[in-house]
Nanobody, 116 residues
Framework: QVQLVESGGGSVQHGGSLKLSCAVSASISSFNPIAWYRQAPGKERELVASITRGGYINYGDFVKGRFTISRDNRKNTVYLQMNSLEPEDTAVYYC??????????RGQGTQVTVSS
């Protein structure tokens, strides 16, 4: 069973920054893709960013150049650098990986709260 542990969430003011980390218990080089999702109260889960084994990166339309996803295969960790945060970014952020067999694993999430 693959374990994912997110960290780095917290409370920041409008315009602030946070860097989320997702530590994975298995080699992330075998997962495709790796992604960050978020879910705000009363809203559906939405894709924030994803990165494939080949390095192709995709961001949700709302990101608008503010976030950066990256991976460190040596540390089996995925990151999400978030800048220029807005109150609308308040949500629980989840790390999500798919293995080559099509199985999906997700962490417990980390809360991000942005105040105006």
């Amino acid at each position: 069973q693959v374990q994912l542990v997110e960290s780095g969430g917290g409370s920041v003011q409008h315009g602030g920054s946070l860097k989320l980390s997702c530590a994975v218990s298995a080699s992330i080089s075998s997962f495709n893709p790796i992604a960050w999702y978020r879910q705000a109260p009363g809203k559906e889960r939405e894709l924030v960013a994803s990165i494939t084994r080949g390095g192709y990166i995709n961001y949700g339309d709302f990101v608008k150049g503010r976030f950066t996803i990256s991976r460190d295969n040596r540390k089996n960790t995925v990151y999400l650098q978030m800048n220029s945060l807005e109150p609308e970014d308040t949500a629980v952020y989840y790390c999500n990986v798919n293995d080559l067999g099509g199985r999906t694993y997700r962490g417990q999430g980390t809360q991000v709260t942005v105040s105006s």
